[in-house]
């Protein structure tokens, strides 16, 4: 099976920088994924991670380490409309192109 | 271009009924995945379809059945509804099945919110 771990809920200050953590045990790997969910909607893509290091996108970088079973993703420049659950998941070892999530991170940003 | 679509948006149904909901997935797509979502947790794989066929399925009773049609839609069937069964039932498009280098995003519907009493 798939474990994956990460903090339930995590509070940051609007401007400031945040990292959510996760930690994965799996049969396999091939790839871990972030996503973005606000309350009530769908998860949207926001990376991705085959390889180890870092893959930065806008305000938002993930990184992967796979020796260490771990990634992160860091948030720059929080804005309001960053309050929102951030969903840690890693690609179906099988090689098929489904998802095993962790329970996510609801992340309150606070003037 | 109209990404994932799912109806109903909500449904109320008590123990023991059935229920069917239904996926249209983003315009060229033809692999459709169903997630259960419960209230403070993340998605949970119930299966994947992808030429009509189940091909992956994640930990779910037989009570969670599925089919695909031509056209790529898809629908969810549970049968003997049980209240733990109350979450958000999402779908998932793709293009592909996958077994290939790389990756292919997964784009989420906005949900069916199912409350059974």
């Known amino acids: 099976g798939q474990n994956i771990d990460q903090p339930t809920e995590m509070t940051a200050t609007e401007g400031a920088i945040v990292q959510i953590n996760c930690t994965y045990q799996?049969?396999?790997?091939?790839?871990l994924f972030w996503y973005q969910q606000h309350a009530g909607e769908a998860p949207t893509f926001l990376s991705y991670n085959v390889l180890d290091g870092l893959e930065e996108k806008g305000r938002f970088s993930s990184f992967l380490s796979r020796s260490k079973g771990y990634s992160y993703l860091l948030l720059k420049e929080l804005q309001m409309k960053d309050s929102a659950s951030y969903l840690c998941?890693?690609?179906?070892?099988?090689?098929?192109?489904?998802?095993?999530f962790g329970t996510g991170t609801r992340l309150t940003v606070i003037p | 271009d109209a990404g994932v679509t799912q109806s109903p948006t909500h449904l109320i149904k008590t123990r023991g009924q059935q229920v069917t909901l239904r996926c249209s997935p983003k315009?060229?797509?033809?692999?459709v995945s169903w997630y259960q979502q419960a209230l403070g947790q993340g998605p949970q794989f119930i299966f994947q379809?992808?030429?009509?066929?189940?091909?992956q399925r994640g930990n779910f009773p037989d009570r969670f059945s599925g089919h695909q049609f031509p056209n790529y839609s898809s629908e969810l069937n549970v049968n003997a509804l049980l209240l733990g069964d109350s979450a958000l039932y999402l779908c998932?498009?793709?293009?592909?099945?996958?077994?290939?280098?790389?990756?292919?995003?997964?784009?989420f519907g906005p949900g069916t919110r199912l409350t059974v009493l």
């Open positions: 379809y992808y030429e009509e066929e189940e091909r």
């Open positions: 998941a890693v690609r179906d070892p099988t090689g098929a192109n489904n998802l095993f």
């Open positions: 315009s060229g797509h033809d692999t």
């Open positions: 998932a498009s793709s293009l592909g099945f996958g077994g290939r280098i790389g990756y292919n995003e997964q784009f």
């Open positions: 799996t049969s396999g790997f091939n790839g």
